[in-house]
């Protein structure tokens, strides 16, 4: 199971942190993602990260603004989002299971249920 959750309704400029708890899953030995999806839309990448949390890659339209970071400890990975604008309006998945930094959602076993982020200008 992976739990997401942190979205909410922001105004442009604003900042969010999600989170995603993943139980029953193997997790500390697998690169984790962040996708979004728009109604009626592809599903996006947005960031992943490697089973270690030493390296990472981002999609070009959040670079510099957006942070992907795990702890293995806790089975969580986190997604710090700066700088918001309202094109990042979108529902986030949390995503695992990748062999590496994988971009595509093929590339992932387990997906999260989703949490709503709301940019308002």
């Known amino acids: 199971l992976l739990q997401a959750s942190g979205g909410g309704l922001v105004q442009a400029g604003g900042s969010l942190k999600l989170s995603c708890v993943v139980s029953?899953?193997?997790?500390?030995?697998?690169?984790m993602g962040w996708f979004r999806q728009d109604p009626g839309k592809e599903r996006d990448f947005v960031a992943a990260?490697?089973?270690?949390?030493?390296?990472?890659n981002y999609a070009d339209s959040v670079k510099g603004r957006f942070t992907i970071s795990r702890d293995n400890a806790k089975n969580t990975v986190y997604l710090q989002m700066n700088s918001l604008k309202p094109e990042d309006t979108a529902v986030y998945y949390c995503?695992?299971?990748?062999?590496?930094?994988?971009?595509?959602?093929?590339?992932?076993?387990?997906w999260g249920q989703g949490t709503l982020v709301t940019v308002s200008s």
């Open positions: 990260i490697d089973w270690s949390g030493n390296n990472a």
């Open positions: 029953g899953r193997t997790f500390s030995t697998v690169a």
């Open positions: 995503a695992g299971g990748s062999v590496g930094l994988g971009q595509r959602p093929y590339e992932y076993d387990y």
